[in-house]
């Protein structure tokens, strides 16, 4: 509880004039590592209010605060939640920054990553091929990101029982990530376990 308190404090010292989350993303940070989710969705949504009401509508600061507030609503499980959120973000990332942005890509995944855990495996697939299509075009087909989505979309396939294809796209993820990242990275040593499980 002292953790809240010195956010509660915190925030009084600040006073009306917080319009980025930079002066205060190590308290969210501190308050989400100790599981304070509620305090850290109330700690955000001021800030979002503060931002609305002081910046610009084009004002890029605020995309980090969306971003944490999805991630917030998805470690708690609340997918519908944190989809509204990611949503919100990607919307932003579109208009101000563009589509192939690391980080719009990256909300891009993280609704592919909800729609897998609800078991909605096609709109699922249909998040991460969006996702592949712009790490390819914008990082390239050997990127650590890109080589995430290609494991993710091998797990999907197997979920749905659809071994063949996971088997391709396991393989093609364990290709890449030996090349990139090395046979012991932990990344490609996962890739290998789930390979084997399949085949």
Not at 41 to 65: H, P, R, Y
Not at 160 to 179: F, H, P, S, V
Request: hydrophobic share 40%.
């Amino acid at each position: 509880m002292p953790h809240v308190l010195l956010a509660v404090n915190y925030v009084s010292y600040l006073g009306e004039n917080v319009t980025e989350l930079d002066p205060i993303e190590n308290l969210v940070g501190i308050l989400y590592r100790h599981g304070y989710y509620t305090q850290v969705e109330c700690l955000l949504q001021w800030v979002i209010f503060q931002q609305e009401m002081n910046l610009a509508k084009d004002d890029l600061s605020t995309l980090g605060t969306l971003h944490w507030m999805a991630l917030v609503f998805f470690i708690q499980g609340k997918y519908d939640d944190a989809l509204e959120w990611y949503q919100r973000a990607l919307a932003r990332y579109e208009r101000d920054v563009g589509s192939g942005d690391f980080y719009a890509l990256e909300v891009v995944n993280n609704i592919a990553l909800v729609f897998s855990i609800q078991g909605k495996y096609h709109d699922a697939l249909e998040w991460y091929r969006r996702a592949l299509a712009g790490y390819e075009r914008n990082l390239g087909k050997e990127f650590p990101s890109t080589l995430t989505v290609v494991h993710n979309m091998a797990l999907v396939f197997s979920e749905q029982g659809k071994y063949d294809d996971a088997l391709e796209w396991y393989i093609r993820a364990l290709i890449g990530r030996k090349r990139t990242l090395g046979l012991d990275h932990p990344d490609t040593q996962s890739t290998r376990r789930c390979l084997e499980k399949v085949g």
